[in-house]
């Protein structure tokens, strides 16, 4: 626990204890002081990075209920948070730096800096972005390719004549075909397929590329963190270049983001399923980027199309009986009350707590960064936000 959240318990404590020793109104007419607050507003940093900054209340948000939902964070209601950044009207409007140490996943780039956190499964987002970029390039030539077509290995076990069949997209929409399940089992299983092909195997694209078809492409979704590493891969053939210079050069640099880095499986290829590592700010643009149909401050670094494409629903999730409303090219897709309104959103999301929130409607990106792993409720808070405190928060 941070040594301030520890004084501010303990300050909390004594005042519950003056109170209940008679003050607020005891016959000796003293006066009870208000208890401390845990968390004050302050605007922004401006810093060079290409936010341009505002308040909350200039941007047509209410500080008060922004400000009673930081002290839930820092009072343990909202448990496990690292970081919380919100743009509106595409300004910088609240960053909140939680974590002042560095954590058990940042030793995959020996990264020292508590400000930059590694996004698990939102890296899934970006890599996407990359193939869309790709695709504006010339480098592929749609989503319809033929996913297997976009790598070089000479043989595959297991095949199957539906691997000719399957798609870029189907890959995207993780519709693939091949025999998966991520999700039976917690990642710290051994036993869970995602842990248990990259420890037992080198190449993880070929790995994934070589399991059994059990199911047409583009037919059944099960949640696949290979077949995203494997579409960086992709990337790479198509691109003729290493997939980080790639992104620096053609969405990070351009956006400012200079401290992006990416853990890397044992070739040598950025794990484009769960290892990118980027500032909250930083995490923000994109979801700024997309908002805007693919422009940064004037830049245009993806097509509106592929911006469009990614946040449609190519699988309806809406039996799932939560709020998610279905699946686009590596992006959540659900809906926010407000008022009378049913507003659309499309979402990042990372194991722990690693999430961009996009309401277009509001223009507004809201970035979490946390440690939740153990703790499935600690992750649904961050819903709970959005919708209860963030959202309502907007005049």
């Not at 870029?168 to 025999?179: F, Q, V």
């Not at 790479?236 to 499986?265: K, R, S, V």
Request: overall charge negative.
């Amino acid at each position: 626990m941070r040594k301030t959240t520890i004084r501010l318990a303990v300050t909390a404590a004594l005042y519950l204890a003056i109170a209940g020793c008679g003050g607020g109104g005891g016959g000796d007419g003293s006066v009870v002081p208000a208890p401390p607050q845990l968390w004050t507003y302050t605007a922004p940093l401006v810093n060079g990075d290409g936010w341009e900054v505002s308040t909350l209340a200039a941007e047509g948000m209410d500080e008060a209920r922004i400000t009673r939902m930081m002290e839930h964070v820092h009072d343990g209601t909202y448990p496990g948070i690292d970081s919380i950044a919100i743009a509106r009207n595409n300004r910088l409007v609240l960053v909140e730096q939680i974590r002042t140490t560095t954590g058990e996943f940042d030793d995959w780039i020996n990264n020292h800096d508590p400000n930059r956190h590694v996004l698990h499964s939102t890296s899934k987002s970006f890599t996407s972005a990359l193939i869309g970029i790709a695709i504006d390039q010339g480098h592929i030539p749609s989503t319809q390719v033929g996913f297997y077509s976009l790598f070089n290995y000479a043989t595959y076990q297991n095949w199957d004549p539906r691997k000719d069949q399957m798609t870029l997209e189907d890959a995207l929409t993780m519709r693939l075909g091949i025999e998966w399940d991520e999700w039976s089992l917690p990642y710290t299983d051994p036993n869970n397929d995602l842990v248990f092909l990259e420890n037992n195997n080198r190449d993880w694209s070929k790995a994934l590329l070589d399991l059994p078809v059990t199911s047409d492409p583009g037919t059944a979704f099960a949640y696949n963190t290979a077949a995203t590493i494997a579409i960086g891969q992709a990337l790479e053939n198509a691109t003729g270049i290493p997939m980080a210079d790639f992104a620096n050069q053609h969405l990070f640099y351009p956006m400012d983001i200079t401290t992006a880095a990416w853990g890397m499986t044992p070739t040598g290829l950025p794990n484009g399923g769960s290892g990118l590592f980027l500032l909250t700010r930083d995490m923000l643009k994109f979801g700024q980027l997309f908002i805007d149909d693919g422009v940064w401050q004037g830049q245009a670094l993806i097509s509106p199309e592929w911006i469009a494409d990614s946040v449609t629903r190519h699988v309806d999730l809406t039996s799932w009986g939560t709020s998610t409303r279905g699946y686009g090219l590596q992006w959540w897709l659900a809906d926010f009350v407000y008022g009378t309104q049913v507003l659309e959103a499309y979402v990042t999301s990372g194991y722990g707590g690693q999430y961009i929130y996009c309401v277009p409607d509001l223009d507004l990106v809201v970035a979490f960064t946390g440690h939740n792993y153990a703790n499935g409720a600690g992750v649904e808070n961050l819903y709970t936000m959005m919708r209860n405190s963030i959202i309502p928060s907007i005049n």
